[in-house]
């Protein structure tokens, strides 16, 4: 059966590209969407940001027509700034508006924004109505387990927020206090998937690095869709290696090295394309490690690639290294 958001059909059983902060841009989500990637959202958007019109939360707005269906996520702790930021980012055009309630971090969530709604659910309640109602777009939440092992409120989240009108809900099995350490625990979500008053998707998200894994928690949890973020960086051939596994049971063979050093210049190239050459260029060093996961003596290349500041020159370097590992059999961090 397809999982549907609104008119937003998203097929069987979605693979959606997590949120995250100076990762999902749309040079990322460019790679991800060719990788399989059913369903993507921004990173997250500050309302505060977006309100004073400051140019790099505006710029976080930028979407493609290749990248639907799109999120814009946004966070805040003020439902007055909320409701105004909807009403910016929807004329974006996004096919969705999707609210932060899990950012752990401590200048969001210690300044009442991002998980810290998860100790005020009154609040939160009130803030995602007024995000309802100033959208004609279907609007979802992300969101973690409570804020600390004493006060795992996600499954009173969850009955709330749909009664007020959210069409989705995605859990990150940790908790606030948890950040990200220590295994993520899909447990309660199943319960929340249980629940004969939830009808909403409910899509699950924490520590899914694998195709078996991925499988394996699709039985065990009963979620409607995953969400994948980490494991998704510098690998974006995981949407389709887990859609290739549930259809078949077999495994895809890992992506070639040619097929990585292309999504490797691509990435560059949308990165160029949409930040200018030097921020693009700069910004593209944190990625290249990941793209070349794996290969044995990559550090000097990595060396070369992230000192450089000239696009021919990385190309080239990128051209030494598809000749040096040519002869390297296809790998897979995900094996
Ligand atoms: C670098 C980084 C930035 C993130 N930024 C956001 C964000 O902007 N919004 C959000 O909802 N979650 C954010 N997250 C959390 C992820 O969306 C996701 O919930 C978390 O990484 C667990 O999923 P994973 O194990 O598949 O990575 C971020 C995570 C990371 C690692």
Known sequence: MSVKIGNIDLGEFPLLLAPMEDVSDP????????????????????SEGLIRDAAKSRKKLDIFEYERPIGIQIFGSDIESM???????????????????????????????GASLL??????????????KATHLPVTVKTRLGWDDNTKNVEEVAER???????????????????????????????????PRIKIPIFGNGDVDSVEK???WRMEYEVDGIMIGRAAIGYPWIFREVKHFFKT????????????????????????????DKVGVFEMRRHYSNYFKGLPDFKQYRMMLVK????????????????????????SEMA
């Not at 989705?168 to 899909?186: N, P, V």
């Not at 049971?249 to 050093?261: A, S």
């Open 27 to 46: 040079p990322f989500r460019y790679v991800c969407k060719q990788g399989g990637a059913d369903m993507m959202y921004t990173e997250f958007i500050s």
């Open 83 to 113: 409701r105004e930021a909807t009403e910016i980012a929807t004329l974006a055009g996004p096919d969705l508006m999707d609210i932060n309630y899990g950012c752990p971090v401590k200048n969001v969530a210690c300044r009442g924004a």
């Open 119 to 132: 100790q005020d659910i009154d609040k939160m309640v009130k803030m995602t109505d007024a995000v309802v």
């Open 161 to 195: 927020l749909q009664d007020i009108g959210i069409q989705a809900l995605t859990i990150h099995g940790r908790t606030r206090a948890q950040l990200y350490k220590g295994e993520a625990d899909w447990t309660l979500i199943r319960e929340i998937k249980r629940n």
């Open 214 to 216: 991925a499988a394996a």
């Open 249 to 276: 049971g077999e495994h895809l063979p890992g992506p070639t090295l040619d097929e990585r050093i292309i999504a490797c210049r691509t990435h560059l190239n949308k990165s160029i394309e949409w930040k200018g």
């Open 308 to 331: 450089e500041e000239n696009i021919e020159t990385i190309n080239q370097i990128l051209d030494e290294v598809a000749e040096k590992y040519e002869h390297i059999a296809p790998f």
